[in-house]
């Protein structure tokens, strides 16, 4: 097995691990006062878990294959470390306030400082970067269409769903806060 390959999948496997590890903390003493998931959670789980499926299945292939495997691995993995320090930076910027549910806890607050005075998202952001780092490192164009096609899905459905919950639980000032900024692209989406 090519050891990019090898890189590749070890970097899926940590970047798995991270998010359970940290899925484990940040459930520890919180209390919910209100839930709003609606199964959005799962989801998301499950396209990410397609997107995964359909882009090493296809990355394999020679079917989409781009031959500048070193250049596309490259940029993957700068992709990736891109995506995990905005991904660790949103949620180190929401501290207590971080959950992998769409819950609001007690004594929750908006929080409008380092990436989420631009974006609302920038978590998802991070992930979505993380996602396409991982399937452009696979150096196969359908590899790329087989991950983010389902996984962007995913996360538009659930940032829906966590906006209309914020809106519901924040009213007046989660509407402000919603025009002074953006879903995942500052100044543009």
Same mark, same amino acid.
């Given at each position: 097995m090519d050891p990019k390959l090898i890189l590749i999948i070890a970097f899926s496997y940590l970047y798995v691990?991270?998010?359970?590890?940290?899925? $484990? $903390?940040?459930?520890?003493g919180r209390t919910i006062d209100t839930s709003g998931d609606k199964g959005s959670i799962w989801v998301l789980i499950c396209s990410i878990v397609i997107g995964f499926a !359909?882009?090493? $299945? /296809?990355?394999a292939t020679p079917f989409?294959?781009?031959h500048y495997w070193n250049a596309f691995f490259a940029a993957g993995v700068v992709l990736v470390v891109t995506g995990l320090s905005i991904r660790i930076g949103a949620i180190l910027t929401l501290k207590k306030h971080f959950t992998y549910t769409v819950t609001k806890l007690e004594q929750h607050e908006l929080i409008d400082t380092g990436f989420y005075r631009q974006i609302r998202h920038p978590g998802y952001l991070g992930q979505l970067i993380i996602f !396409?780092? /991982?399937a452009i490192s696979l150096s196969n164009w359908l590899s790329v269409l087989g991950m983010m096609l389902?996984?962007?899905?995913?996360? !538009?459905y659930r940032i829906g769903v966590e906006e209309t919950f914020m809106q519901e639980q924040l009213g007046r000032k989660y509407m402000e806060y919603k025009r002074r900024t953006r879903r995942l692209i500052p100044k543009l989406y």
């Open positions: 691990f991270f998010e359970f590890v940290m899925s $484990r $903390r940040q459930s520890r !359909l882009s090493f $299945r /296809i990355g989409g294959r781009i !396409l780092g /991982i389902p996984v962007t899905t995913g996360f !538009l």
